[in-house]
């Protein structure tokens, strides 16, 4: 039940994303349960875009953080600024930093079926001085 399931809401995102949709359509269906997650693509990239955001007033006070994301990987493998949510963030200054950073990662779309499909991903984000 639960594949027939999946495999229908992969037909019906393909159908939403097989067409331009108008302006005003909402966008396919994010999807929370998938066949294969998101795989961030530069990750090696990570350390700098930590320590280009992490905020300077932290920074110069020596003080480590965490913040929490969670947002939508888009089909395209970007995530989408819109569903960004801080979940969770030791202060609100590295919060902020943490969105910036997840806006520069690029992940392999989810799947389902085999299809690209967009969906949820929760990332956290430290921020380390060395």
Known sequence: MRNLLLSLLAVLALA????APP???????VM???????V???AAEMPALVRRNYPALMRDAGVHGRATVRFV???D????GASMRVLDTTQELF????EHVVLRLRFTPARVSGLPVRAWMTLPIEFTLH
């Open 16 to 19: 939403a994303c097989a067409a």
């Open 23 to 29: 302006a005003s359509s909402p966008p396919a269906p």
């Open 32 to 38: 929370d349960m998938v066949d294969e997650a998101p």
């Open 40 to 42: 961030l693509l530069n």
């Open 73 to 75: 990987v888009g089909l």
């Open 77 to 80: 493998g970007r995530p989408e």
């Open 95 to 98: 919060g902020t930093a943490a």
